[in-house]
Protein backbone atom coordinates (compact mmCIF):
# COMPACT_ATOMS: atom_id res chain seq x y z
CA UNK A 1 0.00 0.00 0.00
CA UNK A 2 2.74 2.36 0.81
CA UNK A 3 4.60 2.10 -2.56
CA UNK A 4 0.91 2.80 -4.08
CA UNK A 5 0.36 5.51 -2.20
CA UNK A 6 3.76 6.79 -3.42
CA UNK A 7 2.76 5.92 -7.06
CA UNK A 8 -0.55 8.03 -6.70
CA UNK A 9 1.26 10.87 -5.54
CA UNK A 10 4.18 10.83 -8.07
CA UNK A 11 1.05 10.63 -10.64
CA UNK A 12 -0.71 13.59 -8.97
CA UNK A 13 2.34 15.40 -8.64
CA UNK A 14 2.80 14.92 -12.55
CA UNK A 15 -0.44 16.14 -13.96
CA UNK A 16 -0.90 18.71 -11.24
CA UNK A 17 2.70 20.34 -13.03
CA UNK A 18 1.94 19.79 -16.43
CA UNK A 19 -1.74 20.20 -17.19
CA UNK A 20 -1.72 17.67 -19.48
CA UNK A 21 -2.43 13.97 -20.45
CA UNK A 22 -2.03 12.29 -23.43
CA UNK A 23 -4.07 9.17 -24.27
CA UNK A 24 -3.42 5.87 -25.31
CA UNK A 25 -4.95 6.93 -28.49
CA UNK A 26 -2.11 10.15 -29.28
CA UNK A 27 -4.72 12.64 -28.41
CA UNK A 28 -3.33 15.35 -25.90
CA UNK A 29 -5.95 16.79 -22.71
CA UNK A 30 -5.39 19.74 -20.81
CA UNK A 31 -6.73 18.95 -17.98
CA UNK A 32 -7.57 22.23 -16.32
CA UNK A 33 -10.21 23.92 -15.70
CA UNK A 34 -11.77 20.45 -16.53
CA UNK A 35 -9.91 18.71 -13.79
CA UNK A 36 -10.51 19.86 -9.73
CA UNK A 37 -7.60 21.95 -8.51
CA UNK A 38 -5.05 21.42 -6.27
CA UNK A 39 -6.71 23.43 -3.49
CA UNK A 40 -10.12 21.66 -3.84
CA UNK A 41 -7.81 18.64 -4.08
CA UNK A 42 -6.28 19.59 -1.03
CA UNK A 43 -9.56 19.36 0.51
CA UNK A 44 -11.06 16.59 -0.71
CA UNK A 45 -8.19 14.26 0.51
CA UNK A 46 -8.16 15.71 3.95
CA UNK A 47 -12.12 15.08 4.27
CA UNK A 48 -11.43 11.14 3.04
CA UNK A 49 -9.02 10.88 5.82
CA UNK A 50 -11.13 13.13 8.57
CA UNK A 51 -13.81 10.92 7.94
CA UNK A 52 -11.64 7.39 7.87
CA UNK A 53 -13.28 6.60 4.73
CA UNK A 54 -12.45 2.78 3.21
CA UNK A 55 -15.39 2.95 0.81
CA UNK A 56 -15.66 5.65 -1.88
CA UNK A 57 -18.09 6.89 -4.33
CA UNK A 58 -17.61 9.19 -7.36
CA UNK A 59 -19.73 10.89 -9.79
CA UNK A 60 -17.93 11.93 -13.04
CA UNK A 61 -14.94 10.40 -13.32
CA UNK A 62 -13.31 12.98 -16.09
CA UNK A 63 -9.53 12.94 -15.72
CA UNK A 64 -9.44 10.89 -12.48
CA UNK A 65 -7.81 13.88 -10.69
CA UNK A 66 -10.00 13.93 -8.17
CA UNK A 67 -10.12 9.95 -7.96
CA UNK A 68 -5.92 10.39 -7.31
CA UNK A 69 -6.77 12.62 -4.37
CA UNK A 70 -9.76 10.34 -3.24
CA UNK A 71 -7.22 7.48 -3.11
CA UNK A 72 -4.47 9.40 -1.35
CA UNK A 73 -6.84 9.86 1.38
CA UNK A 74 -7.98 6.12 0.96
CA UNK A 75 -4.24 4.80 1.00
CA UNK A 76 -3.20 7.49 3.36
CA UNK A 77 -4.10 4.85 6.40
CA UNK A 78 -2.92 2.35 4.23
CA UNK A 79 -5.93 0.31 3.38
CA UNK A 80 -5.57 -2.82 2.17
CA UNK A 81 -9.59 -2.80 1.34
CA UNK A 82 -9.71 0.89 -0.28
CA UNK A 83 -12.69 0.63 -2.57
CA UNK A 84 -13.56 3.37 -5.41
CA UNK A 85 -16.69 3.54 -7.34
CA UNK A 86 -15.99 5.76 -10.45
CA UNK A 87 -19.16 6.83 -12.45
CA UNK A 88 -19.01 8.47 -15.64
CA UNK A 89 -20.69 7.81 -18.85
CA UNK A 90 -17.98 9.63 -21.29
CA UNK A 91 -14.44 8.39 -19.76
CA UNK A 92 -14.36 6.52 -23.03
CA UNK A 93 -15.30 8.86 -25.81
CA UNK A 94 -14.67 12.66 -24.54
CA UNK A 95 -12.12 11.61 -22.00
CA UNK A 96 -10.65 8.88 -24.29
CA UNK A 97 -9.92 6.85 -21.25
CA UNK A 98 -7.75 9.22 -19.33
CA UNK A 99 -9.05 8.81 -16.21
CA UNK A 100 -8.52 4.98 -16.18
CA UNK A 101 -5.33 5.25 -17.90
CA UNK A 102 -4.12 7.57 -14.47
CA UNK A 103 -5.51 4.75 -12.52
CA UNK A 104 -3.42 1.88 -14.36
CA UNK A 105 0.04 4.47 -14.39
CA UNK A 106 -0.64 4.86 -10.20
CA UNK A 107 -1.71 1.17 -10.02
CA UNK A 108 -5.09 1.14 -8.14
CA UNK A 109 -6.47 0.16 -11.25
CA UNK A 110 -7.25 -3.26 -8.92
CA UNK A 111 -8.74 -1.17 -5.84
CA UNK A 112 -11.59 0.83 -8.66
CA UNK A 113 -14.92 -0.17 -9.68
CA UNK A 114 -15.58 1.58 -12.79
CA UNK A 115 -19.23 1.84 -14.38
CA UNK A 116 -19.64 3.55 -18.03
CA UNK A 117 -23.16 4.94 -17.48
CA UNK A 118 -25.26 7.73 -16.16
CA UNK A 119 -25.12 8.09 -12.81
CA UNK A 120 -28.91 7.99 -12.76
CA UNK A 121 -28.91 4.78 -13.97
CA UNK A 122 -25.95 3.42 -11.99
CA UNK A 123 -27.02 5.09 -8.79
CA UNK A 124 -30.19 3.22 -8.27
CA UNK A 125 -28.84 -0.29 -9.35
CA UNK A 126 -26.18 0.13 -7.08
CA UNK A 127 -28.98 0.99 -3.93
CA UNK A 128 -31.19 -2.13 -5.27
CA UNK A 129 -27.90 -4.52 -4.80
CA UNK A 130 -27.62 -3.24 -1.37
CA UNK A 131 -24.26 -1.57 -1.44
CA UNK A 132 -23.31 1.42 0.98
CA UNK A 133 -20.40 3.86 0.76
CA UNK A 134 -18.28 6.10 3.55
CA UNK A 135 -17.97 9.01 1.40
CA UNK A 136 -19.04 10.68 -2.11
CA UNK A 137 -18.11 12.91 -4.14
CA UNK A 138 -20.10 14.74 -6.92
CA UNK A 139 -18.88 16.56 -10.10
CA UNK A 140 -21.16 15.16 -12.82
CA UNK A 141 -23.78 16.19 -14.27
CA UNK A 142 -24.45 19.60 -12.99
CA UNK A 143 -27.78 20.58 -14.77
CA UNK A 144 -30.51 20.93 -12.07
CA UNK A 145 -32.50 17.71 -12.00
CA UNK A 146 -28.74 15.76 -12.09
CA UNK A 147 -27.44 17.09 -9.50
CA UNK A 148 -30.40 16.72 -7.26
CA UNK A 149 -31.23 13.02 -8.48
CA UNK A 150 -27.21 12.30 -7.50
CA UNK A 151 -28.07 13.61 -3.72
CA UNK A 152 -31.34 11.63 -3.49
CA UNK A 153 -29.61 8.51 -4.31
CA UNK A 154 -26.28 9.46 -2.44
CA UNK A 155 -28.05 10.37 0.40
CA UNK A 156 -29.35 6.49 0.83
CA UNK A 157 -26.11 5.19 -0.48
CA UNK A 158 -23.79 6.99 1.73
CA UNK A 159 -23.64 6.43 5.51
CA UNK A 160 -26.27 7.90 7.96
CA UNK A 161 -23.84 11.19 8.83
CA UNK A 162 -21.57 10.87 6.22
CA UNK A 163 -19.91 13.18 3.31
CA UNK A 164 -21.15 14.31 0.35
CA UNK A 165 -18.55 16.75 -1.45
CA UNK A 166 -20.16 18.75 -4.32
CA UNK A 167 -18.27 20.69 -6.65
CA UNK A 168 -19.12 23.86 -8.68
CA UNK A 169 -21.46 25.22 -5.89
CA UNK A 170 -21.08 28.51 -7.34
CA UNK A 171 -23.42 27.24 -9.94
CA UNK A 172 -27.26 27.90 -8.77
CA UNK A 173 -28.62 24.49 -10.19
CA UNK A 174 -25.76 23.02 -7.60
CA UNK A 175 -26.55 25.49 -4.57
CA UNK A 176 -30.54 24.95 -5.17
CA UNK A 177 -30.13 21.48 -5.55
CA UNK A 178 -28.55 20.86 -2.38
CA UNK A 179 -30.26 23.53 -0.49
CA UNK A 180 -33.35 21.13 -0.96
CA UNK A 181 -31.79 18.11 1.08
CA UNK A 182 -30.32 20.99 3.55
CA UNK A 183 -33.24 22.81 4.37
CA UNK A 184 -35.68 19.55 4.24
CA UNK A 185 -34.05 16.94 5.03
CA UNK A 186 -31.79 17.33 7.77
CA UNK A 187 -28.59 17.61 6.24
CA UNK A 188 -25.68 20.12 7.50
CA UNK A 189 -23.37 22.26 5.54
CA UNK A 190 -19.83 21.33 6.83
CA UNK A 191 -17.91 24.00 4.70
CA UNK A 192 -18.34 26.22 1.66
CA UNK A 193 -15.08 27.20 -0.20
CA UNK A 194 -14.04 29.34 -2.78
CA UNK A 195 -10.68 28.69 -3.69
CA UNK A 196 -11.40 31.90 -6.23
CA UNK A 197 -14.35 33.68 -6.55
CA UNK A 198 -15.42 31.86 -9.55
CA UNK A 199 -15.38 27.86 -8.26
CA UNK A 200 -16.89 26.72 -5.10
CA UNK A 201 -17.27 23.38 -3.24
CA UNK A 202 -19.09 22.52 -0.20
CA UNK A 203 -18.93 19.34 1.98
CA UNK A 204 -22.21 18.34 3.20
CA UNK A 205 -23.37 16.00 5.54
CA UNK A 206 -26.34 13.48 5.80
CA UNK A 207 -28.35 13.14 8.72
CA UNK A 208 -28.24 10.96 11.30
CA UNK A 209 -32.12 10.80 12.07
CA UNK A 210 -34.35 8.87 10.91
CA UNK A 211 -36.93 10.21 8.07
CA UNK A 212 -40.29 10.41 9.81
CA UNK A 213 -41.72 13.59 7.95
CA UNK A 214 -45.36 13.48 7.43
CA UNK A 215 -46.19 12.76 3.89
CA UNK A 216 -47.06 16.51 3.51
CA UNK A 217 -43.60 18.18 4.89
CA UNK A 218 -42.34 20.53 2.42
CA UNK A 219 -39.81 23.34 3.40
CA UNK A 220 -39.36 25.60 0.06
CA UNK A 221 -36.20 25.97 -0.70
C1 LIG B 1 -15.97 18.39 -14.67
S1 LIG B 1 -15.86 16.73 -15.23
C2 LIG B 1 -15.18 15.87 -13.84
C3 LIG B 1 -13.73 16.12 -13.63
C4 LIG B 1 -13.13 15.27 -12.53
N1 LIG B 1 -13.71 15.58 -11.25
C5 LIG B 1 -11.63 15.45 -12.47
O1 LIG B 1 -11.12 15.96 -11.45
O2 LIG B 1 -10.94 15.07 -13.43
C6 LIG B 1 -17.54 16.24 -15.20
C7 LIG B 1 -17.71 14.79 -15.59
O3 LIG B 1 -19.06 14.39 -15.36
C8 LIG B 1 -19.39 13.45 -16.35
N2 LIG B 1 -20.84 13.31 -16.41
C9 LIG B 1 -21.74 14.07 -17.10
N3 LIG B 1 -22.98 13.61 -16.91
C10 LIG B 1 -22.88 12.54 -16.09
C11 LIG B 1 -23.83 11.62 -15.53
N4 LIG B 1 -25.12 11.72 -15.79
N5 LIG B 1 -23.35 10.64 -14.73
C12 LIG B 1 -22.03 10.54 -14.44
N6 LIG B 1 -21.10 11.37 -14.94
C13 LIG B 1 -21.52 12.35 -15.76
C14 LIG B 1 -18.73 13.99 -17.60
O4 LIG B 1 -18.56 13.00 -18.57
C15 LIG B 1 -17.43 14.51 -17.04
O5 LIG B 1 -16.45 13.53 -17.09
Known sequence: MANTLERTRDVLGRVLRDGTAVASDGTV???FPVA???AEGDSLRRWVQREDARNTIEVGLGYGVA????????????RSRAHHVAIDPNQGTRFANCGLQLFEEARVNNLVEFHGHESQLVLPRLLSEGRT????????????EGVFLDLAFLGRLV????????????????????????????WTLEQSSASDPSH????????????????????DF
Open 36 to 38: ISA
Open 200 to 219: HWAVLRTSTMPDTRPFDYYL
Open 159 to 186: RAGGIVFVDDYQLPAVARAASFFLSNLG
Open 133 to 144: FDFAFVDGNHRF
Open 29 to 31: HDL
Open 67 to 78: ALFVFEGLLARE
